[in-house]
């Protein structure tokens, strides 16, 4: 949130690639001169594989929902990464490592960036000192609702008590798949509580209303018979009913997840450029009729990033930073 | 006293008598009944006082507590009636999957199993769709549902020894029956907490939400006791209970762990006021002698009306009371907030909130409260007649 300090910076899903790739694709171009200089080719090729097998794999985070924050809290210069939950309400792992020394206690705070509720802070939470890596407070954070939150990190050392706010936006990203052994788990758990349900059901009827010490006349034991065909069929019926629920609440959820804005750029002037961000149908980013524009998050001080660069010599670049205009969008 | 194959001759058997005394189950569904219920009352206290909760917090153990006595019953019951040999525990018994246990016992480890599967089930609802938000949803209905299933199960166990004792020993479970309900109606007014604010008291869904359970119990607890007043004490039980937990819980601090924190709250906020049910419970004590005589079908159509049109003529005057500066006091407690509502909403104003948005649909949602009331009252007396004819 603060003008100067280092934005957060995108990561996210691990793309592997090679570190040598760039050679390896260099010795494998298409050589020119054609037959005579096949064998050269498969030098190049055996070259290029012998360099793959001993490439390394390097990794990088595309595309990654945490906060990877520094800066001052007070005299204390900290380092904070909070590694988001991939669904909203959830609990995001925030992790806090004091480059000053003297830090003793570190506490952590979710509050709303703006609007109501960011004004009331719940009781914060102690981050706990990581066993296995000196100097690391650790704590979980609780986020109840998406939008645009603000981590409030409070230390207190032998240089007095300071503290920061780590911007982030709480977005509901995916919703997880069940896993297949939990599948298995709920499933058989299912069937015996059918099966269970159905047979509790035949037994009452068989012979839960008979006498003590008598045996279920022949009568009762087709009663009870037809009595589990029924329930059965109920039980079914009840959840298929329990399925339709289910989807239902599922196509919420999936109704409520983030879709980055598509961005629509009009050159008003020669020297303005419009920028509007376009919820995309069918995403809730705009929900309860609020404006697209409630829907951005401050990063780095700045509700819009534009990056400006220059085609086909991709020789300039430029950051700025479009105002908000009375309609929503930006210029 | 194995059933055998193809044998289907109803035969006596020279069961000795048991010894006159309160059979140990009445204890057992009363302490779950009693642990589900306090648990879930003081869970949503937590959740609208305090916000965050773990699987071990204070109420959910209690919740959990009710599993474990269903569990460890029928686990008891099954393996005594099938593996010892107690001639008169076996006569008393069904058979399911070749297992021998009293059929309650059944019913009670099927509710364990229920709410044990509702844990990690609800626990992956969490991790893909979010925190709970809400209270009705369907790991928290299959929860419910197991709940359900233990503390039947022990009536089970319960009725089927007061329908073999003698009178004075009736006369004994018959009150504590009349308890249970009593207990479990504050459960079911816990569960229904979306539906029952005051905000809603002048819309169809807040009927809609109380014929679900109430008109059953009711009719339940009318048709298996003998008692004059028995729907009267019952309620009568639910609302002294109900108005228990609204004058302590807010005698006890409560800090909030979770944000956003719209209001600030200092104490555990409880569930509300309840609602007028001793009315209709009177109504229908009243009206039982003539429900009798008539069949279940038309008693039920009768029962059900009669609890919807004397809760509404109630209720809706009463809600009128509670959006008033009158009631904004420790008896009544509608000045209490829960920390997550906005200040400016309905709730928190004390205002009525429409649900229905036309007259039609208010209509059509009374309607479906009429019927839902007739079929309820008809399950509770249904679930009557058959429970008062189960022996084992």
Known sequence: MRPGEAPPQPAGKRAAGVGSASLAAALSCPASGGASHAGLGRLAAAVAAAVLAWAVPVAAHLGSPDVFFEGNAGEYRMLVVVRMPRVIPGIAEIEVRPISPGVSRVRVTPLRIRGLGSDLEPAADLAQPDAGRPGVHLARLWLMQRGAWKVRVSADGDRGSGELFVPVAAVSNATLPMRLSLRWLLGTLALLLIAGAVAIVGASVREATSPPGLEPAAGLIRRGRWAMAIATALILGVLSLGGLWWRAAAANAAAALYKTPEVAGTLIDPRTLSVTAVTARGASNVRDGSPAGRDLVPDHGHLMHLFLVRSPGMDWMAHLHPRQTAGGGFE | ?392
């Open chain 2, 1 to 392: 006293m194995r059933a055998e194959a193809g044998l289907h001759v109803q035969r006596e058997s020279a069961v000795p008598d048991r010894p006159p005394r309160l059979p140990w189950p009445v204890w057992t569904s009363a302490a779950a009944t009693t642990a589900v219920v306090i648990g879930s009352v003081w869970d949503i206290s937590w959740h609208v006082s305090i916000g965050r909760d773990t699987f071990w917090t204070p109420p959910h153990l209690l919740i959990q507590l009710c599993a474990a006595i269903g569990g460890l019953t029928a686990i008891h019951l099954i393996v005594r009636t099938t593996w010892g040999d107690d001639d008169i525990a076996r006569a008393e018994s069904v058979r399911v999957f070749g297992l021998r246990a009293p059929l309650g016992a059944f019913i009670c480890g099927w509710g364990a199993l229920a709410m044990l599967t509702s844990a990690p089930f609800d626990n992956w609802s969490h991790e893909a769709y979010g925190l709970d938000v809400t209270v009705v949803s369907p790991p928290h209905m299959m929860l419910a549902l197991g709940a359900v299933g233990v503390i039947y199960g022990g009536f089970i166990l319960t009725i089927a020894e007061r329908n073999r004792a003698p009178a004075a020993l009736s006369d004994r479970i018959d009150t504590l029956f009349i308890l249970i309900v009593g207990v479990l109606m504050v459960g079911s007014q816990a569960e229904l907490i979306e539906y029952s604010d005051k905000a809603f008291m002048h819309s169809a869904i807040f009927y809609r939400a109380f014929v679900v359970a109430f008109p059953m119990q009711l009719m339940l607890v009318r048709s298996l006791s003998s008692r004059r007043w028995a729907c009267s004490a019952a309620a009568g039980v639910y609302m002294a209970l109900s108005m228990l937990q609204e004058w302590v819980l807010p005698m006890f601090p409560a800090e909030q762990k979770l944000g956003p924190v719209f209001q600030r709250v200092t104490y555990m906020v409880p569930v509300g006021f309840p609602a007028l049910i001793l009315a209709p419970a009177i109504a229908l004590d009243l009206l039982w002698p003539r429900l009798q005589r008539l069949n279940r079908w038309a008693a039920a159509a009768l029962a059900g009306l009669v609890f919807l049109t004397v809760l509404l003529a109630v209720q809706w005057p009463f809600a009128d009371f509670l959006t008033s500066p009158w009631s904004r006091n420790r008896l009544f407690g509608t000045h209490y907030q829960m920390y997550m509502v906005d200040p400016g909403t309905p709730f928190s104003r004390g205002e009525f909130i429409a649900y229905e948005a036309t007259r039609a649909g208010f209509w059509a949602g009374m309607a479906i409260a009429a019927a839902t009331a007739m079929m309820t009252s008809r399950a509770g007396l249904a679930a009557g007649a058959w429970m008062r004819r189960v022996q084992r």
